[in-house]
């Protein structure tokens, strides 16, 4: 993972003294509670969701200076509290926050995609994830430093945090009538305070050497099944990765709308880029790039992130599951072994509903084929097969125990969370298997 100066502070150091207060990324100070003057001064442009009308929204707050400096052992009880009060509520809080944010601040709309519908809590559930963790530093940073240089692909500038912060409180003071106090209002803004500038600081230490997204042209675009595509693309300068990460992809039809998809291969020497996509139904980035997307399209890359990613310090074998498209990064985490000379044993189970979608088996055998250390387990939930039938993780459990092995996991949430048990019951302690991430807190450290 990248250092940042947020990486090595606390929450409340990256705060400054005054809590209210923060620093912009060129070291200019903003208050969180006044958003810029443009912004204020901003017509509306199209139309923007009304926030509910049973109360009137509360007036925008000015900045206290009694708020002080961030305590996040007295904080974070408060906070719990408030949370705890809104989570049974969190879908009407988050509503309503996004009514009062665009509202409020209808510039910032062009930031977000046009139907926010199947995601538009996850920036909510990031900030009450992070209120949560507001006395655990070490993670709290990891997390919030990796969310804040993710942000830099959607345009997110430090101005901005403050018009965030300013309509998350408005909306925990509507909701949590119960608990909120002022000591409970000066908690939350000391903990946003700090929760923008790790966010903040990170993405501008990653501005100084990284950009904040890529072009990739498509150059070829395979056909496999009739869902699943292999796409090949260049990207306009080298993008650094490690074998086993994932890299968030915009396409040209869908704007601001980015789904994950992992790298099919390790770093090459002609610098491109390899992902394999399964349309699922209704899928809007999916079926865009597996039914629509052919040579000569652009897509927009962000950074590559991701901690599924092979230590070469270490002698253990490698147990990797690799379920549907799940078999991209494990392909590359092969090549990347190979590329290191050291014949550690590595052992692949990949799994798909039939035979017919096993859709790189033959690029898998010709890996095995090549490599003695390898070796590579087709297992199919539906019979007939030349391999092994039933679930993936129940396969895995036969042939342990594994523990010399360190666990590698790629695939649909399901797959992982039983997957994840049967290594554990297999013999490998938690901390030594790695996976894609479930949820943003596991995309820690990418
Ligand atoms: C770390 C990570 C790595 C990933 N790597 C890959 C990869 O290499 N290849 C790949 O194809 N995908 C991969 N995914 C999944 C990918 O990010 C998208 O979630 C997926 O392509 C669906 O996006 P969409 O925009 O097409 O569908 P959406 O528009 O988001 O969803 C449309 C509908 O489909 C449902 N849906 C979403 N996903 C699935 C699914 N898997 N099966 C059935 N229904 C679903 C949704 O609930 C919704 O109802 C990865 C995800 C993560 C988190
Ligand atoms: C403490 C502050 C913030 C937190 C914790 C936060 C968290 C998140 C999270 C978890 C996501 C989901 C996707 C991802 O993981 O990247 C997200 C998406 C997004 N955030 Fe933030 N965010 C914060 C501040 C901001 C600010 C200030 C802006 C600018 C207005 C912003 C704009 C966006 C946009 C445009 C998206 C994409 C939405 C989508 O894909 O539907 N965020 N945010």
Same mark, same amino acid.
């Given at each position: 993972?990248? =250092? /940042?100066?947020?990486?090595?502070?606390?929450?409340?150091?990256?705060?400054?003294?005054?809590? +209210?207060?923060?620093?912009?990324?060129?070291?200019?100070?903003?208050?969180?509670?006044?958003?810029?003057?443009?912004?204020?001064?901003? %017509?509306?442009?199209?139309?923007?969701?009304? &926030?509910?009308?049973?109360?009137?929204?509360?007036?925008? !707050?000015?900045?206290?200076?009694?708020?002080?400096? !961030?305590?996040?052992?007295?904080?974070?009880?408060?906070?719990?509290? /408030?949370?705890?009060?809104?989570?049974?509520?969190?879908?009407?809080? =988050?509503?309503?926050?996004? +009514?009062?944010?665009?509202?409020?601040? &209808?510039?910032?709309?062009?930031?977000?995609?046009?139907?926010?519908?199947?995601?538009?809590?996850?920036?909510?559930?990031?900030?009450?994830?992070?209120?949560?963790?507001?006395?655990?530093? $070490?993670? @709290?940073?990891?997390?919030?430093?990796?969310?804040?240089?993710?942000?830099?692909?959607?345009?997110? $500038?430090?101005?901005?945090?403050? +018009?965030?912060?300013?309509?998350?409180?408005?909306?925990? =003071?509507?909701?949590?009538?119960? /608990?909120?106090?002022?000591?409970?209002?000066?908690?939350?803004?000391? +903990?946003?305070?700090?929760?923008?500038?790790?966010?903040?600081?990170?993405?501008?230490?990653?501005?100084?050497?990284?950009?904040?997204?890529?072009?990739?042209?498509?150059?070829?675009?395979?056909?496999?099944?009739?869902?699943?595509?292999?796409?090949?693309?260049?990207?306009?300068?080298?993008?650094?990765?490690?074998?086993?990460?994932?890299?968030?992809?915009?396409? &040209?039809?869908?704007?601001? #709308?980015?789904?994950?998809?992992?790298?099919?291969?390790?770093?090459?020497?002609?610098?491109?880029?390899? !992902?394999?996509?399964?349309?699922?139904?209704?899928?809007? *980035?999916?079926?865009?790039? *597996?039914?629509?997307?052919? %040579?000569?399209?652009? @897509? $927009? @890359?962000?950074?590559?992130?991701?901690?599924?990613?092979?230590?070469?310090?270490?002698?253990?074998?490698?147990?990797?599951?690799?379920?549907?498209?799940?078999?991209?990064?494990?392909?590359?985490?092969?090549?990347? #072994?190979?590329?290191?000379?050291?014949?550690?044993?590595?052992?692949? !189970?990949?799994?798909?509903?039939?035979?017919?979608?096993?859709?790189?088996?033959?690029?898998?055998?010709?890996?095995?084929?090549?490599?003695?250390?390898?070796? *590579?387990?087709?297992?199919?939930?539906?019979?007939?097969?030349?391999?092994?039938?039933?679930? @993936?993780?129940?396969?895995?459990? $036969?042939?342990?125990?594994?523990?010399?092995?360190?666990?590698?996991?790629?695939?649909?949430?399901?797959?992982?969370?039983?997957? *994840?048990?049967?290594?554990?019951?297999?013999?490998?302690?938690?901390?030594?298997?790695?996976?894609?991430?479930?949820?943003?807190?596991?995309?820690?450290?990418?």
């Amino acid at each position: 993972m990248a =250092t /940042t100066s947020a990486d090595n502070g606390t929450p409340q150091g990256a705060a400054g003294g005054t809590a +209210a207060v923060g620093r912009d990324a060129g070291g200019g100070e903003w208050n969180w509670f006044t958003p810029p003057a443009e912004e204020r001064a901003a %017509p509306p442009s199209g139309p923007a969701p009304s &926030p509910p009308a049973a109360r009137p929204a509360p007036e925008p !707050f000015v900045a206290n200076p009694d708020y002080g400096r !961030f305590d996040p052992e007295s904080d974070a009880l408060l906070i719990r509290r /408030t949370l705890e009060e809104i989570e049974p509520i969190s879908q009407a809080v =988050t509503s309503y926050f996004y +009514a009062l944010l665009f509202v409020r601040h &209808p510039r910032l709309r062009e930031l977000f995609p046009a139907s926010m519908d199947a995601q538009r809590d996850r920036l909510f559930k990031a900030l009450l994830t992070s209120a949560k963790l507001i006395d655990d530093t $070490r993670v @709290l940073t990891q997390y919030l430093s990796h969310l804040g240089r993710g942000h830099r692909k959607y345009g997110t $500038r430090p101005e901005h945090y403050p +018009a965030v912060g300013e309509c998350l409180i408005a909306a925990l =003071t509507r909701y949590a009538t119960r /608990t909120w106090s002022e000591e409970a209002e000066a908690a939350w803004v000391r +903990a946003y305070t700090a929760i923008s500038q790790i966010m903040i600081d990170a993405a501008a230490e990653d501005e100084r050497r990284a950009p904040a997204w890529w072009q990739a042209e498509v150059v070829s675009h395979e056909m496999r099944t009739s869902d699943i595509a292999v796409i090949t693309v260049r990207p306009d300068r080298p993008y650094p990765f490690l074998a086993g990460q994932y890299a968030s992809v915009e396409t &040209p039809w869908w704007p601001r #709308v980015w789904r994950n998809y992992s790298l099919a291969c390790a770093p090459r020497t002609d610098g491109l880029l390899v !992902f394999h996509v399964k349309a699922v139904p209704a899928g809007w *980035v999916s079926g865009a790039l *597996v039914h629509r997307a052919r %040579p000569g399209d652009v @897509l $927009r @890359l962000g950074a590559p992130a991701g901690t599924m990613t092979v230590d070469h310090s270490r002698d253990n074998g490698l147990l990797c599951l690799g379920g549907s498209t799940g078999i991209a990064p494990i392909k590359a985490l092969v090549e990347d #072994v190979a590329r290191h000379g050291r014949a550690r044993r590595m052992e692949v !189970f990949y799994g798909a509903r039939s035979a017919h979608d096993l859709y790189d088996l033959d690029t898998m055998r010709e890996l095995e084929r090549r490599h003695t250390w390898l070796s *590579v387990r087709p297992v199919v939930s539906e019979g007939p097969s030349d391999g092994l039938v039933g679930q @993936l993780p129940d396969a895995v459990r $036969r042939y342990g125990p594994w523990h010399a092995y360190d666990g590698y996991l790629s695939g649909p949430p399901g797959m992982i969370r039983s997957g *994840v048990d049967a290594l554990v019951g297999s013999g490998i302690p938690s901390h030594r298997i790695r996976h894609d991430s479930l949820d943003g807190l596991a995309a820690v450290g990418g």
